[in-house]
């Protein structure tokens, strides 16, 4: 998969549509991927993502400890593994070696990116002051890249319950808006 | 179209997947409806939702005013109305009428829901903590209703600039996870 890089203006229009992403954290000795769909864009430019974790999950202690990640968006073809990662937890097994996913270093922060994911987003934490209420990180997406060759992706978006929407067709219509 | 109540922990199921909503606001004389992609799933129950609005949309001064509002959620029948709703201002015009959507009474909240969607999730402003700095409301719903004729609703799903994807086919993967 040849990726380039992504302007960070287009970010946006990746995770707006909701697709289920994998997140991938590390530190020092360990990284991690965990399944993700409770997120949302709160700007534009620079590209702010604000997401969820249960704070019983491997990855949000390592989210505190690293404040980086990377969002990786997969696609059907790995519908199976993004359900793996969702229903192992990541403090008894690593989720790289018993998934099949391939980590590649990332370019600005530590954690890998996923070499199967059509698209990586690097990202810092920039704010965690609502991570004590509500377990809520506040990323900026710092570089992107993305396989270009894919020109429809068919992201996948939980339903709940590992039923999954697979994107289907795309309409246009005329817009003013971003 | 015949609505019956839905359990409020089964409201997740409908937002994370990250269809485009219709979110109407009132006050005593005025209602407003505006589309919002920037949304996300807090808390299972009760269940939370995180939205940002832009500050300039009047949906937002309505929103600060009353601390209700109704998120409906639309299928492909209504893109055209979903556009126009997002490229119009509620301050000047009466958007209900220009749109020709259906303002019905909803059970709990002063803003009135949408007929036409097949989901409305009556809402309360639970936190305005986050809004001054990321425009980002949290609201809790407190009544949830839904279309069961619809089996499988062609939620949309926003991709920018007007291009819509269409919920297209399910996939079901065993899964210990909500």
Redesign the interface.
């Given at each position: 998969m040849a990726k380039t890089t992504l302007a960070l203006g287009?970010v946006?229009?990746l995770l707006?549509?909701?697709?289920v992403v994998l997140v991938t954290t590390a530190n020092r000795t360990r990284a991690n991927v965990m399944?993700l769909?409770?997120?949302?864009?709160?700007?534009f430019v620079p590209p702010?993502v604000?997401?969820?974790l249960s704070a019983r999950n491997y990855s949000f202690s390592l989210l505190m400890e690293s404040r980086e990640c990377v969002i990786n968006i997969p696609t059907?073809g790995l519908?199976?593994q993004v359900?793996a990662c969702?229903?192992a937890s990541g403090r008894r097994r690593d989720k790289f070696a018993s998934s099949g996913l391939t980590p590649e270093p990332s370019k600005y922060v530590m954690p890998p990116s996923i070499r199967e994911c059509f698209a990586n987003l690097e990202c810092r934490v920039a704010d965690t002051r609502?991570v004590g209420r509500?377990?809520?990180f506040?990323l900026e997406v710092v570089h992107a890249r993305i396989d270009r060759a894919l020109a429809r992706p068919?992201?996948?978006?939980?339903?709940?319950?590992?039923?999954?929407?697979?994107?289907?067709?795309?309409?246009?219509?005329?817009?003013?808006?971003?």
């Amino acid at each position: 998969m040849a990726k380039t890089t992504l302007a960070l203006g287009r970010v946006y229009r990746l995770l707006e549509p909701g697709p289920v992403v994998l997140v991938t954290t590390a530190n020092r000795t360990r990284a991690n991927v965990m399944a993700l769909s409770w997120h949302l864009m709160m700007e534009f430019v620079p590209p702010r993502v604000g997401c969820v974790l249960s704070a019983r999950n491997y990855s949000f202690s390592l989210l505190m400890e690293s404040r980086e990640c990377v969002i990786n968006i997969p696609t059907r073809g790995l519908a199976r593994q993004v359900v793996a990662c969702g229903n192992a937890s990541g403090r008894r097994r690593d989720k790289f070696a018993s998934s099949g996913l391939t980590p590649e270093p990332s370019k600005y922060v530590m954690p890998p990116s996923i070499r199967e994911c059509f698209a990586n987003l690097e990202c810092r934490v920039a704010d965690t002051r609502m991570v004590g209420r509500y377990n809520l990180f506040v990323l900026e997406v710092v570089h992107a890249r993305i396989d270009r060759a894919l020109a429809r992706p068919r992201t996948i978006h939980h339903m709940g319950s590992g039923t999954f929407m697979v994107a289907g067709d795309l309409i246009h219509l005329r817009s003013r808006k971003k």
